[in-house]
């Protein structure tokens, strides 16, 4: 069961701005903890796409962006391309789940 | 570069036991955790436990507490999981990561299948 919640599909037309929200509580992103993200395309494994709350890893077109604020993070991603269409979660660490790490339910991005 | 490489498929029967194996290279590997995560068809992420392949520390996901099993070789660079009494629903692919905070590289997944 995710303790972190994603809407299930966003979509967009190429070239559009998009917006992945990802909400947790008091025990998981409100407590301070990093918010990472994932993409993960059809057949793949996951990748390391934003960590840190808003640090890309080398190589991560700087079209993907992160953000953090209270109990919430975003994951935005501008300039909307066909390659992008994909699964995306985010990810931190829990305190009531004796040392947990926890993933969001996950969102599908449609290219229009 | 850094790699996790993980075992081959499985087809396991119900009740039976699976260890899925991960060796990593391109960097010291007791320097760093190694988490587990597994997807189920359809599904998201869900994350089953973590080791420190530095001192063996393990945490492991409650729902998985009582019949996981994660080891590490540090003279191979292998981490190991192991998971006991099978059901269908554990039908789905498992990853290992190279785990921090976030988890910044994973194996290619090993896909295990439950089925009489």
Known sequence: QSVLTQPPSVSGAPGQRVTISCTGSSSNIGAGYDVHWYQQLPGTAPKLLIYANNNRPSGVPDRFSGSKSGTSASLAITGLQAEDEADYYCQSYDSSLSGSYVFGTGTKVVVL | ?116
């Open chain 2, 1 to 116: 570069q850094v790699q996790l490489v993980q075992s081959g498929t499985e087809v396991k029967k119900p009740g039976a036991s699976v260890k899925v194996s991960c060796k990593v290279s391109g960097y010291t590997f007791n320097t760093y955790g190694i988490g587990w995560v597994r997807q189920a068809p359809g599904q998201g992420l869900q994350w089953m436990g973590w080791i420190s392949a530095h001192n063996g520390a393990i945490s492991y996901a409650q729902e998985f507490q009582d019949r996981v099993t994660m080891t590490t070789d540090t003279s191979t660079s292998t981490a190991y999981m192991e998971l006991r009494s099978l059901a269908s629903d554990d039908t789905a692919v498992y990853y290992c990561a190279r785990a921090t905070a976030d988890f910044d590289h994973w194996g290619q997944g090993t896909l295990v299948t439950v089925s009489s």
